[in-house]
């Protein structure tokens, strides 16, 4: 036999030892997890929570209030008044609290109602009215005829993710 080959054998074997090792450690380490470890003792390894601030246990009360994004809406087009008429692509977001199931359900149940509502708005005004009206106040009233149709909860806050006059 020649070295390279009485060097490749030794290599082969010296593998399927560290193999072997490896699965008896991780088979020892399992039935310790499982079976002879105390089920009430404290973990053995923690994350430093301090260091990892999406996982910190202090919660920030201002993401507590309203920690969802309501983006049920999607994208719609809205022809406007104008002759000929413009199209107006939008996509209209607000956040609210994901805890008020009651509140969601009915977000949910009434995405239809909250489309035609603003559509209604955008398709009763020319394209130069909408900009020239300052954007929060088109919000304002978005938010106000929404507002007028929920009863489990208010939305505060409205953003446009797209807002786009097409000619």
Avoid: C
């Avoid at 983006?71 to 413009?86: E, L, N, Q, S």
């Avoid at 692509?89 to 009651?102: G, L, M, N, T, W």
């Amino acid at each position: 036999m020649t070295l390279l080959s009485k060097l490749g054998r030794f290599l082969y074997r010296v593998l399927w030892v560290l193999v072997l090792l490896l699965i008896l450690v991780l088979a020892g380490v399992t039935v310790y997890a499982l079976v002879l470890r105390n089920p009430g003792a404290p973990p053995l390894y923690t994350l430093p929570t301090r260091m990892i601030p999406a996982f910190s246990r202090k919660e920030k009360p201002e993401l507590r209030a309203m920690d969802g994004m309501f983006t049920g809406i999607g994208r719609f087009r809205v022809v406007t008044a104008d002759k000929p008429p413009m199209t107006i692509v939008i996509s209209i977001a607000f956040p609210y609290q994901s805890e008020d199931r009651a509140f969601a359900e009915e977000l949910d149940s009434k995405v239809q109602d909250l489309r035609n509502i603003a559509s209604a708005y955008f398709s009763a005004h020319t394209a130069e009215a909408l900009r020239e009206t300052n954007e929060s106040l088109i919000k304002a009233e978005i938010v106000r005829r929404y507002n007028a149709l929920l009863h489990l909860g208010q939305i505060e806050v409205l953003y446009f993710h797209d807002f786009m006059i097409i000619e």
